[in-house]
């Protein structure tokens, strides 16, 4: 079993609409969590940075952290066409290596 | 505009043969990642290093692979010998790990094909 899960999709939703992307994840050593966003051919690019429990709000993108649940979440509202993307979500502890999920392929229709 | 630059680009090369793929972490960060993303596996951790010492590199096939920093400014991961199971696409990425996390900003990536 993979320390952070991740549903690939593909998910694929009208422009406008709310998109939920989860992960959940094994180790509870994990403290930072982080949303990555990767456009075709290019390299991931840092979304979102979360440290611990509780919500960041960042314009259209809100990450929330569980960490007695052991999941995580990013919700983008008002998605737009240009929000299709891979988001990738990744973890470390401390200054540690980041976990990353498989990553879900999202798709926002016009 | 601070970056991550990584070449080549692109690399097709036949099974057997080294191939040698080139980092240069951005300014000031003391912490390099290599990765390696396929479709099946997603992105996966081959090496890490912090201030040039390797801290991690466990996710790397030792029998084949090699990672080095040279100095502060390259980067390097060897093939040798290549094999087709390892066509995919390698990431380098740098960041400051001190105390917090390590936030990591990646590369465009080599998209390595062995045929």
């Known amino acids: 079993q993979k320390e952070v899960e991740q549903d690939p999709g593909p998910l694929s939703v009208p422009e406008g609409a709310i998109v939920s992307l989860n992960c959940t994840y094994s180790?509870?050593?994990?403290?930072?969590f982080m949303w990555y966003r990767q456009y075709s051919r290019k390299g991931p690019e840092l979304l979102m940075y979360?440290?611990?429990?509780g919500n960041k709000e960042d314009g259209r993108f809100t990450a929330q952290v569980d960490k007695s649940s052991k999941y995580i979440s990013l919700f983008i509202r008002d998605s737009q066409p240009s929000d299709s993307a891979t988001y990738l979500c990744?973890?470390?502890?401390?200054?540690?290596?980041?976990?990353f999920g498989q990553g879900t392929r999202l798709t926002i229709n016009p | 505009d601070a970056r991550v630059t990584q070449t080549p680009r692109d690399k097709v090369t036949e099974m057997g043969q080294e191939v040698t793929m080139r980092c240069q972490p951005i300014?000031?960060?003391?912490?390099v990642f290599w990765y390696r993303q396929t479709m099946m596996q997603g992105l996966e951790l081959l090496a890490y290093?912090?201030?040039?010492?390797?801290?991690?590199d466990s996710g790397m096939p030792k029998d084949r692979f090699s990672a080095e920093m040279p100095d502060a400014t390259l980067a390097t991961l060897k093939i040798q010998p290549s094999e087709p199971r390892d066509s995919a696409v390698y990431f380098c990425?740098?960041?400051?790990?001190?105390?917090?996390?390590?936030?990591?900003?990646f590369g465009q990536g080599t998209r390595l094909t062995v045929v």
């Open positions: 990425a740098s960041g400051i790990g001190q105390g917090g996390t390590t936030e990591a900003f």
């Open positions: 180790n509870s050593a994990f403290q930072y």
């Open positions: 979360t440290y611990s429990s």
């Open positions: 990744a973890m470390s502890q401390g200054a540690q290596k980041l976990v």
């Open positions: 300014l000031g960060h003391n912490t």
């Open positions: 290093f912090r201030n040039r010492a390797p801290l991690d």
